[in-house]
């Protein structure tokens, strides 16, 4: 072997390494930006291109179907009903949690988690099971005028279930990592609970907890399985915009099916938009305070 192969090897074998550092990369790159595409921007390019495939005119009619208007009506009032209750929830468990030591905190963490691993449809048969004419408390319901199941009580409830895990969830590490000082010295300056709340706990959780209730609300707008359980799908009066969705594309009306998909299309790119805003804010105030 001569002296100048022996120089070239390393030379070789550098080039080779600065290569892969870049090369690696940008295969990475490219899979997901093809993944993405395929998977998320293609379907969503087909939904508004079928919505508006036979013009504006007939886009503002599907929209203007008394059906829709009513699935419309009440998809916002379960997610008005839902999400100021998960909030809630969501604050004084994550306050207890965090703040409070207590026997089976570790079991209320399981319950909290449960409708990330209950399956929507089970929670919607559960309803059933309760709140049916032949269920546990159903007829005692009925007997007083009141219906829960294939009414929009029943969908309420389906929707609180799903979703109350986000708020909580959002909520628990962020204020476990903030720990208990600066509430521990507002109570040494004479705070009480609720001063040491609105006026310490509150401000530096309110980031976390908007993208919580985003989260929260971004999931009972688009809840299917639990809430088609329990609807009953009586058009115009149990339907929400997902169930909207099914019942326009199973009677053939496939262009109104898109239109009202595209409705639910805009809320979630309002959301994720939103979203992203939250999360600015919220790496930017550990900047702020840093600088």
């Known amino acids: 072997m001569t002296s100048s192969s022996i120089v070239l090897q390393p030379a070789a074998r550098e080039r080779s390494a600065r290569f892969a550092d870049r090369a690696v990369p940008a295969i990475l790159i490219l899979c997901a930006l093809a993944f993405l595409g395929l998977f998320l921007v293609v379907p969503l390019v087909a939904i508004f291109f079928e919505a508006f495939r036979h013009g504006w005119g007939a886009y503002l009619a599907a929209i203007h179907d008394g059906d829709t208007v009513a699935a419309l009506k009440l998809t916002l009032l379960t997610a008005a009903v839902a999400v100021p209750l998960n909030t809630a929830f969501g604050l004084a468990a994550a306050w207890s949690i965090t703040k409070f030591s207590f026997r089976g905190k570790d079991l209320l963490l399981t319950l909290i988690d449960a409708p990330l691993a209950v399956s929507p449809v089970v929670a919607g048969l559960i309803y059933i099971l309760v709140f049916s004419r032949h269920g546990w408390f159903g007829p005692w319901f009925i007997e007083h005028g009141f219906r829960v199941v294939f009414a929009v009580p029943g969908i309420a409830l389906a929707t609180i279930f799903v979703t109350f895990p986000f708020v909580a969830r959002e909520l628990i590490p962020f204020m476990q990592a903030q720990g208990n000082q600066e509430e ?45 359980v329990v609807s009953g799908h009586i058009r115009g009066e149990t339907n929400t915009l ?8 199973n009677d053939y009306r496939y262009s109104a099916a898109f239109a009202v998909a595209s409705l639910l299309t805009l809320m979630s790119v309002v959301s994720l938009a939103a979203k992203k805003i939250i999360e600015w804010q919220t790496h930017r105030r550990p900047a702020a305070m840093e600088s």
Do not use: C, D
Not at 242 to 249: A, D, T
């Open 184 to 228: 521990e010295a507002a109570a040494v300056l004479g705070a009480g609970g609720w001063q040491t709340f609105l006026r310490v706990t509150l401000p530096n959780i309110k980031w976390s907890l908007l993208y919580g209730v985003i989260l929260a609300a971004s999931r009972a707008v688009g809840e299917f399985g639990a809430v088609s």
């Open 242 to 249: 997902p169930l909207q969705v099914e019942i326009l594309y």
